[in-house]
């Protein structure tokens, strides 16, 4: 038995509908059920779950609002992780968790790997790091996930944003001056179930605990991926803005974000054989699946 935290955001919902299409049983737990900030529901649903192992894609993602709210971040990203991981090595069973490019602060100049030295730039990154370090620290048999810009057919993302403003205004400005990679939610979903099944089929390798990035293949700005959803968007038949590039300082926030956050997948690879497609691969689908759902006629009212 998989238990599933988070099974109410994006990658939550692959999570679930990939174990379902594997044929994995798994019980999938959200918030109120399940909710770091009550960590007696944390407890409970372990209790009740008695998992073989575990994959936590519960977090607290807003990253502005993280700015004014650190409790609710560390509970998120720091002290909720940190029991799973506790209840997780007591049980003698593996936690697959997932963390963030914003441990960075992006001024390394090239793709980030494992042994790289954090330095966040924001109280987001700064709870997701202490949350990282938290586990390693206990005798789990953790493997912990970094991934970036998680997008999907579904929640608030970068892409479904982008098609919603495209209807609403013909011009638009995106900064162009921060570099990642888009990952596709059912990517990540697959690569962690991948190792989840490993786990099951082989056991638990000492060698495997630690640090792996986990992030579709290539790499863009925002721009690039803005003006990529909007090329695909307009075989849709959807409008295409004009996309103006800008810099980070014209477009301020209360959170910093590192300007330059791609992750060197090579690790995932030679260690456990995984490899997410190129993020231009997986874009399409989610695409079109958000311009039909997005364009469902609303009978609520």
């Not at 990658?11 to 007696?40: I, M, Q, T």
């Not at 938290?134 to 953790?142: G, H, K, R, Y």
């Not at 004009?242 to 956050?261: E, G």
Request: net charge neutral; charged share 20%; with cysteine.
């Amino acid at each position: 038995m998989i238990l599933i935290t988070g099974a109410s955001g994006q990658l939550g919902r692959e999570l679930v509908l990939g174990a379902s299409a594997r044929g994995l049983k798994f019980r999938a737990v959200s918030r109120p059920a399940f909710d770091f900030e009550a960590p007696e529901t944390v407890a409970a649903c372990f209790a009740a779950t008695a998992p073989r192992l575990v994959i936590n894609a519960a977090a607290y993602t807003a990253v502005d609002a993280a700015e004014t709210n650190e409790p609710a971040a560390r509970a998120g990203n720091h002290t909720g992780p940190l029991q799973l991981a506790r209840l997780c090595a007591a049980a003698g069973i593996p936690l697959l968790h997932v963390s963030t490019d914003y441990v960075f602060d992006g001024e390394k100049g090239a793709p980030y790997v494992e042994t790289d030295a954090t330095n966040p730039t924001g109280v987001y990154g700064a709870t997701k790091r202490d949350g990282e370090e938290a586990i390693l620290a206990t005798e789990a048999q953790a493997m912990i996930f970094r991934t970036a810009w998680v997008y999907a057919a579904h929640g608030k993302n970068f892409c479904r944003t982008m098609l919603a403003a495209a209807r609403r205004r013909p011009e638009m400005r995106v900064v162009a001056d921060q570099r990642g990679t888009p990952t596709a939610a059912p990517d990540l979903a697959a690569a962690l179930l991948t190792v989840a099944a490993r786990l099951f089929a082989e056991g638990w390798h000492p060698g495997w605990r630690g640090l792996y990035h986990a992030t579709n293949a290539g790499e863009t700005s925002w721009h690039g991926f803005a003006t990529e959803i909007f090329r695909l968007s307009a075989a849709l038949g959807e409008p295409t803005p004009t996309v103006t590039p800008i810099a980070t300082s014209d477009w301020p926030t209360p959170a910093r974000r590192p300007a330059d956050s791609r992750l060197d997948g090579t690790k995932l690879q030679t260690s456990l054989g995984i490899t997410l497609p190129d993020w231009r691969n997986s874009l399409p689908d989610i695409v079109k699946a958000l311009v039909a759902l997005d364009s469902m006629p609303n009978f609520s009212n």
